[in-house]
Nanobody, 123 residues
Framework: QVQVVESGGGLVQPGGSLRLSCEYS????????IGWFRQAPGKEREGVSC????????NYAASVKGRFTISRDNAKRTVYLQMNSLKPEDTAVYYC????????????????WGQGTQVTVSS
């Protein structure tokens, strides 16, 4: 059984930074791609970033490239999403998820999801 738990959301001013954490557990989860998704009110869930277990390769949505950085600490079984230069349009519930498919950033390919953490960017 794979479990993922997010933390680190909150309220931040435009231009500020936040770091989200995703702790994962389970016997085989070390072989899973871990991804971050977000969903704003009235919008569909969108992929933000993911990191592969095989080679640590990363993938980013165009809207966050250059501002967000994903990283993985296998010893701590934690994936981080460092979010810089935050904009009001980044406001959403952010979800961590796990997929057995390498490097994919499509929600339908993810089998295990966390409960989400709210990120609000506002002055």
């Amino acid at each position: 059984q794979v479990q993922v738990v997010e933390s680190g959301g909150g309220l931040v001013q435009p231009g500020g930074s936040l770091r989200l954490s995703c702790e994962y557990s389970g016997e085989t989860v070390d072989y899973y791609t871990i991804g971050w998704f977000r969903q704003a009110p009235g919008k569909e869930r969108e992929g933000v970033s993911c990191i592969s277990s095989s080679d640590g390769s990363t993938n980013y949505a165009a809207s966050v490239k250059g501002r967000f950085t994903i990283s993985r600490d296998n010893a701590k079984r934690t994936v981080y999403l460092q979010m810089n230069s935050l904009k009001p349009e980044d406001t959403a519930v952010y979800y961590c998820a796990a997929s057995i498919i390498d490097g994919v950033l499509t929600a339908q390919e993810y089998d295990y999801w966390g409960q989400g953490t709210q990120v609000t960017v506002s002055s």
